[in-house]
């Protein structure tokens, strides 16, 4: 179960982007196809690394990122139609340039900011002003 490790790591980078008294709401992360990643193991895992501050009750949110690929003898791209045979369908050349569709990249963060106390509160400021995406 190699999406313990991933969204293990991700947390810790979370943490590590997070302003000092940030709390997160809500993590974006695009991942590709040729990961198989199980979404509803991701989610299991995410629950188990998040149960604390400042990632606690925070979402984990995906984006699919289906295969695309370019061939290296015939210069075609190409979305193979099944992810485990990636010759071209063009030439038949089975080393592609992948383009997409691999790897896990965290994508956006959004969290709750508190204000800084050294900063005097203007009356009319933006009440979501606390609100910040990353």
């Not at 998040?50 to 925070?58: F, I, K, R, T, W």
Request: one cysteine or more; proline letters at 10%.
């Amino acid at each position: 179960m190699h999406e313990m490790s991933i969204v293990q790591s991700l947390a810790d980078g979370i943490r590590q982007h997070l302003p000092p008294g940030a709390s997160l709401v809500r993590a974006v992360v695009e991942v590709g196809s040729l990961e198989h990643l199980d979404e509803d193991v991701m989610r299991s895992a995410w629950d188990a690394v998040s149960m604390a501050p400042p990632l606690e009750g925070a979402a984990l949110a995906g984006r699919h990122v289906p295969v695309s690929a370019r061939c290296r003898h015939c210069d075609h791209g190409y979305a193979p139609e099944v992810q485990a045979y990636l010759a071209c369908p063009r030439c038949g050349e089975a080393r592609p340039d992948v383009l997409a569709g691999w790897g896990v990249t965290l994508r956006t963060l959004e969290a709750d900011v508190p204000p800084d106390p050294g900063k005097a509160e203007a009356p009319d400021e933006d009440p979501d002003r606390n609100h910040k995406e990353r």
